[in-house]
């Protein structure tokens, strides 16, 4: 080596052309940070895709398995703290149906009555005015028979009433009289609310003394004395005796049959009630 290159200075890095610098250091001037880079995007990248993938996946799960129905938490925790019912989903909801007005127990002391089926009544009397359900007119016509053996002939007067027989015998009579509706429903009951309507009553007058017929006065006949002794035994009770139930007038013309299930039932009511 010569004195020359023993004298020369290592070049300045200023000096240096940029031919003489290695091409990998030009691309990358810190080859680690650059390799640290890549590896940090390729990552990212299968993150997304990782990421597509799952909601991918999601959405197909919900299209054929339905894993995920659309319920918001609100209209799930409104759901969970809704009261469960059982009816049956074709009942209409209480909100929808419509309010029927309920019917009294006890209208001007009076209780309501079924109108008989007509096919149930027969005919006590030879012209057919006077019916009473089959039951009923079988025991009925078995007092009479017994009753004359005794030399008393009944004279009935008034057996089943339809809702629109009745509806003359309250309002009409009532506005005749020009009687308000409380001081009618002391001797008359109101449409629906008859014993006539159930076929079981009968109203009877003593043929030999008609002048007491629908009276209390009734109650010193002799068809009333026997009536009085011997209806019990074919199973009729006088309706509305003085301070009955009800608070009804003193009707001692007016009977009732209560010879099986069907009347004692439909009676029942009357007899549990408290004065």
């Not at 990212?44 to 918001?72: E, Q, R």
């Not at 015998?169 to 009532?174: M, S, T």
């Not at 159930?198 to 009276?215: K, V």
């Amino acid at each position: 080596m010569d004195n020359a290159s023993l004298s020369r200075k290592p070049p300045q890095a200023s000096e240096l052309v940029a031919d003489e610098i290695p091409e990998a250091v030009r691309d990358h001037p810190y080859p680690e940070a650059g390799q640290s880079q890549s590896k940090k995007k390729g990552l990212i990248w299968k993150l997304l895709g990782l990421a597509a993938l799952a909601f991918g996946v999601s959405i197909w799960l919900h299209l054929n398995f339905n894993l995920f129905p659309a319920t918001s938490q609100a209209e799930q925790t409104q759901q969970d703290s809704a009261p469960t019912s059982s009816a049956s989903p074709s009942v209409a909801s209480p909100a929808t149906t419509p309010k029927v007005p309920a019917i009294p127990e006890n209208l001007l002391g009076h209780l309501p009555y079924p109108e008989a089926p007509a096919k149930d009544l027969v005919s006590v009397t030879s012209d057919g005015s006077v019916k009473l359900r089959t039951s009923a007119a079988a025991k009925y016509q078995e007092m009479v028979n017994a009753a004359a053996a005794s030399g008393i002939y009944f004279a009935p007067i008034s057996g089943f009433r339809s809702l629109q027989d009745q509806q003359h015998v309250f309002f009409d009579v009532k506005a005749e009289r020009r009687q308000n509706a409380s001081k009618r429903a002391e001797v008359s009951a109101p449409p629906g609310y008859s014993e006539h309507h159930t076929g079981y009553a009968i109203d009877i007058g003593d043929g030999s003394a008609p002048e007491h017929n629908l009276s209390p006065s009734f109650e010193n006949t002799e068809a009333f004395k026997w009536l009085e002794a011997n209806a019990v035994a074919f199973s009729f009770e006088m309706s509305f005796p003085k301070n009955n139930r009800q608070g009804v007038s003193y009707e001692p013309w007016h009977w009732r049959f209560v010879g099986d299930k069907q009347s004692l039932e439909t009676f029942y009511k009357a007899h549990s009630m408290k004065k």
